[in-house]
């Protein structure tokens, strides 16, 4: 399965923007620059798993990892309620590990 990370990276800040609702403009630029400036890390973390080089288990600790990176960015610079930061964390990077999910047939 090919990956098209810039389309991975436009459904994540699709579901982000579902996720924060009103609060969207006001994440909206945090959301960007999180998103862009981790795209290579991401690409390669997919990557990694659906080529076996890493465990599930390895994955979904990065895949934490990264939820709470994003989320506390989102909650410090963005200035939105904790629970829209983590909302919308949870939903980027639910669909990043949907992809992987869809391409390992899990």
Do not use: C, Y
């Not at 939820?67 to 930061?85: D, P």
């Amino acid at each position: 399965m090919k990956l098209d990370i810039n389309e991975i990276l436009a459904d994540m800040l699709g579901a982000m923007k579902s996720s924060a609702k009103d609060d969207w403009p006001i994440v909206k630029k945090s959301a960007n620059t999180f998103i862009q400036s981790k795209k290579d890390r991401l690409e390669l973390l997919a990557i990694m798993r659906i080529s076996g080089e890493i465990t599930e288990d390895f994955f979904q600790k990065r895949l934490e990892d990264e939820k709470e990176i994003l989320a506390s960015e989102l909650h410090s610079i963005a200035i939105v309620n904790k629970v829209v930061a983590q909302n919308a964390a949870n939903a980027a990077l639910k669909v990043l590990e949907n992809v992987v999910n869809t391409a390992l047939k899990i």
